[in-house]
Nanobody, 122 residues
Framework: EVQLVESGGGLVQAGGSLRLSCTAS????????IAWFRQAPGKEREGVSC????????YYADSVKGRFTISIDSGKTTVYLHMNSLKPEDTAVYYC???????????????WGQGTQVTVSS
């Protein structure tokens, strides 16, 4: 069973950048699809991006395409979310999730981190 810990959140001005990290323990990410979700106050949780999804594909929500990039380190223990050109509407708690069977952002994920706050000021 994999455990997930996110880091890298913080306060940034609009137009700025942040890099989130999701580090695995108990297992590597070899056998998992890994995704980033976010939830803003009063809003539903939104799938942002996933990697190692169906046939190794990478997916992005339309709201972040061209601005966010997901990547994984060579040791398959850390997944990154590089966030550029940040907007106030990107403000949310960002969660890392993993699952052995998920194929995209619409599937259920079994393992979740505790979340990291990202706040973008205007």
């Amino acid at each position: 069973e994999v455990q997930l810990v996110e880091s890298g959140g913080g306060l940034v001005q609009a137009g700025g950048s942040l890099r989130l990290s999701c580090t695995a323990s108990g297992s590597t990410f070899d056998d998992y699809s890994i995704a980033w979700f976010r939830q803003a106050p009063g809003k539903e949780r939104e799938g942002v991006s996933c990697i190692n999804c169906s046939d190794g594909a990478t997916y992005y929500a339309d709201s972040v395409k061209g601005r966010f990039t997901i990547s994984i380190d060579s040791g398959k223990t850390t997944v990154y979310l590089h966030m550029n050109s940040l907007k106030p509407e990107d403000t949310a708690v960002y969660y890392c999730a993993a699952d052995e069977w998920a194929t995209d952002l619409r599937d259920e994920y079994d393992y979740w981190g505790q979340g990291t706050q990202v706040t973008v000021s205007s």
